[in-house]
């Protein structure tokens, strides 16, 4: 169709088209018929100019197996700029994911780059640490151990964080009281019923040769005293240099061999010499390695679990044994709360028999339950294409209780979905093996968050007060109970409100760093010391310490 006119008639350029055969050029009178042409030239110039300009400035990518994997390590790679490597890159280090988990949607996100950075700032961004690093050497006035007086055996008690603070205070006990520790034996009869000795679970010989300035460490007791009498005794409970200086090192006089039946907290948390603090750290965040292939497994977990993007490591505590110590029933079928009653009333060394479960969780003494960390996550403004990695036993009803999770957050995923059968195989029926696997992707990962504070918990969010890591979520399980069942009865519903409210709530429960916290005032006697923050979940101002710049903001102090 031609747009020019030239002062015809309709009817006579009507009468000229069909006249003309088809694909006849109009003969134009001559004064337009040169403008005309020139304007032709115009537009050819034009595109043959933006056709070259295109092949010289634009990227051309050849279609090829690797393009989304390529799309997924350019996504991965804007967050490991922000979230360094693990400190020892000898250990922890990349490996590329498997063929089926690299093909994951949630690893190829096409958000701009400023949808990017309000994600990040609001979801994942790292506390700031203020010039807070690790500090664990010595002081001027620490010297290697004296000679020792005889020696020290260790019978571990509990699940596998609560061994390792257990073995890093009985180093520190060797220490104090001039005693040649053996290398200790791990619990093989409490409810995991984990048979793993000290050397399938941690790196034996990195131990040893860490501490050897600290502690004599032997792999077993001389044959000599291998039928001697020996002294032993549950060392009492968050006890102080006071108590082993004196009532047992005075032991030595009588026994070669002390015997430690328990170990779990029987070292005071506060008030105790900056070397020995820093011992325990120096214990627990270097000398206390898990075994190479442990550590190599784990690596492998944390790397197919970036392949998705920035993930959130979730501490599920929704096991039976969880469940049955703490009496919480909340959401569950009659028949399987009194399955519960039935394991707790028949494990002897629990020693709460009978727990009024309402109560207990309006106290928020119970762990919040999956369809409860889906909502508060959801508050939190994760959105559903969040990876989350389920760092827990066997949760207890299986699918039937993870269904309403799994449906907010579908990429759920575990060491049991990252790894093969024959990959997992040598750790399968260990507990405490399976449970390392847990804490190495825990405290790797851009955010960890607990349904209940228990000793891998703290342990993880101690961990990563002292590595800089990212946020640590700690939920307020007791103001979250009460919006939880204002939903349940209808007087609130999901959405902006109750958003608000729960991120009001937790702008502080990040894994900030602080000071330690002190007992509970008007606390006494033991329950003095249970109100205390562990040490080894914030060792901070031990272990974590300030670096002096001339141009320091005194409001970054922590306080």
Known sequence: MCYCSDGRSNEHRKAANSAQPPLTVIQLPRRVAVPFAILRRLLIATVSFLAVTTLLFVHVQVPSSSSSSSSSHSHRNYFTDKFPAFHDPQRWTREQAPPYLSKATFAASKL????????????????????????????????????????????????????????????????????????????????????????DIFDEEWFINSLANDVKIIKKLPKNLVHATKMVIQFKSWSTMDYYENEIASMWDFYKVIR??????????????????????????EALRFSPRIEQMGKILVERMRSFGPYIALHLRYEKDMLAFSGCTHDLSTAEAEELRIIREHTAYWKRKHIDPIEERSKGLCPLTPKEVGIFLTALGYPSSTPIYIAAGEIYGGELHMAELRSRYPLLMSKEKLASVEELEPFSIHASQMAALDYIVSVESDVFVHSYPGNMARAVEGHRRFLSRGRSISPDRKALVRLFDKLAN???????????????????????LRKRKGPISGTKGLDRFRSEEAFYSNPLPDCICQTPTPTANASHVVR
Request: with cysteine; net charge positive; glycine share 6%.
């Open 260 to 285: 430690a039946s328990k170990t779990d907290s029987r070292l005071a948390n506060n008030k105790l010499p900056s070397d020995i603090q820093k011992l325990r750290c120096r214990t627990c965040f």
């Open 490 to 512: 209808g007087k609130m519903t999901e959405g902006i409100n109750l958003s608000n409210k729960i991120i009001d709530l937790h702008q502080k429960r990040q894994g900030l």
């Open 112 to 199: 701009n780059d400023s949808r990017w950075d309000s994600d990040y700032e609001k979801l994942w961004k790292p506390p700031p640490n203020h010039g807070f690093l690790p500090c664990t050497k010595p002081t001027p006035n620490y010297t290697t151990y004296p000679e020792s007086r005889g020696y020290l055996l260790v019978h571990t008690n509990g699940g596998l964080n609560q061994m390792r603070t257990g073995i890093c205070d009985m180093v520190v006990v060797a220490r104090i009281i001039n005693a040649t520790l053996v290398i200790p034996e791990l619990d093989k009869k409490s409810f995991w019923q984990d048979n793993s000795n000290f050397s």
